[in-house]
């Protein structure tokens, strides 16, 4: 059963009403509007992608899209599906097999809340790290990587050893983040080795 909060989210019945298998899927949107992040015929890699919302709104941009999730997705058109873990290298050893490099590296990863706030902001700069470790990897010359970090003591940390890698480098909450979310996505733009 949806919990009240859900219910009454306007988010939420916007993505019903619109055919996105997530209410995240706005994140994406308003993120790219104001970011200018995904073009036409780009290579997205999305990870921690399931249920897919991330990966549709990519799909409509017109970009073709791997998307990688410890959890199984339903099929999407033009998105090829990993399950796999991202902190594990055997991971990147899968996405390297279907494509090598990408223009957009996204992740929306969220580890399993404890409600601890300090234990859950430890846990995703964990995943943050494995997704941007990914993105080092893969990201073409001027690329872009997004990822989603819960707010916490190491977040100074974490855009100290982004920085170097982009051009343009900041944190952004968009609206459709839930006002109580400590989430905030790190937003880095013209990938360049330093
Ligand atoms: C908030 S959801 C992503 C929603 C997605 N952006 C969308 O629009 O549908 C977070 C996802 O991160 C995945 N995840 C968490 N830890 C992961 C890991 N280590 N490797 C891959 N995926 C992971 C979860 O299984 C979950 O599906």
């Not at 090598?100 to 996204?106: A, K, N, R, S």
Request: glycine share 8%; net charge positive; with cysteine.
């Amino acid at each position: 059963m949806r919990r009240k909060k859900d219910r009454q989210d306007y988010y939420y019945w916007q993505a019903k009403k619109l055919g996105y298998r997530s209410r995240a899927a706005f994140k994406l949107l308003q993120m790219n509007k104001t970011f200018k992040l995904i073009k036409e015929g780009d290579w997205v890699l999305d990870l921690g992608a399931s249920p897919g919302g991330w990966s549709q709104v990519a799909v409509e941009l017109g970009s073709k899209v791997v998307a990688v999730d410890i959890n199984p997705m339903k099929p999407i058109e033009g998105v090829t599906f990993i399950k796999g873990d991202i902190t594990k290298p055997e991971t990147l050893d899968e996405i390297r097999k279907i494509r090598e490099e990408f223009d957009v590296v996204l992740c929306d990863a969220s580890p399993k809340i404890t409600g601890k706030w300090t234990i859950d902001h430890l846990l995703s700069v964990d995943l943050a790290r494995a997704a941007f470790n990914i993105a080092k990897q893969t990201l073409v010359r001027g690329g872009c990587f997004v990822v989603k970090i819960f707010q916490g003591e190491e977040i100074q940390n974490i855009f100290n050893e982004f920085k170097p890698f982009f051009r343009f480098r900041k944190f952004h909450s968009p609206k459709a983040s839930r006002k109580s979310s400590a989430e905030i996505y790190f937003v880095g733009k013209g990938f360049r080795k330093p």
